[in-house]
Nanobody, 124 residues
Framework: QVQLVESGGGLVQAGASLRLSCAASGRTFSASVMGWFRQAPGKEREFVAAMTWSRAFSLYADSVKGRSTISRDNAENTVYLQMNSLKPEDTAVYYC?????????????????WGQGTQVTVSS
């Protein structure tokens, strides 16, 4: 019922900024929480940021807190992840996800829909 497509990834130098986009289609109004996760090679998928569809609350992982911002463009049904001061350890495939139930969650298993991911590579 919800389709998600990520874009905006790429190869950047450490210290650069990048804005990832997640285009949502379908029954987007049914999504209560939008989240961003990332997965590096050989690592588990980890929480990056999430926000309620209503924009009332947001939550960030400690690793990106203070240099990342999650937001939503209502007109385009697009969720963004603005990342500043990128570090090599930020290198991963970034995924957009949607959760239908209310409440902000950090576990990927609790999300209902996923995009295919976009690669972010940060060189030193």
């Amino acid at each position: 019922q919800v389709q998600l497509v990520e874009s905006g990834g790429g190869l950047v130098q450490a210290g650069a900024s990048l804005r990832l986009s997640c285009a949502a289609s379908g029954r987007t109004f049914s999504a209560s929480v939008m989240g961003w996760f990332r997965q590096a090679p050989g690592k588990e998928r980890e929480f990056v940021a999430a926000m309620t569809w209503s924009r009332a609350f947001s939550l960030y992982a400690d690793s990106v807190k203070g240099r990342s911002t999650i937001s939503r463009d209502n007109a385009e049904n697009t969720v963004y992840l603005q990342m500043n001061s990128l570090k090599p350890e930020d290198t991963a495939v970034y995924y957009c996800a949607a959760r239908l139930k209310a409440g902000t969650v950090v576990s990927p298993q609790l999300y209902d829909y996923w995009g295919q991911g976009t690669q972010v590579t940060v060189s030193s």
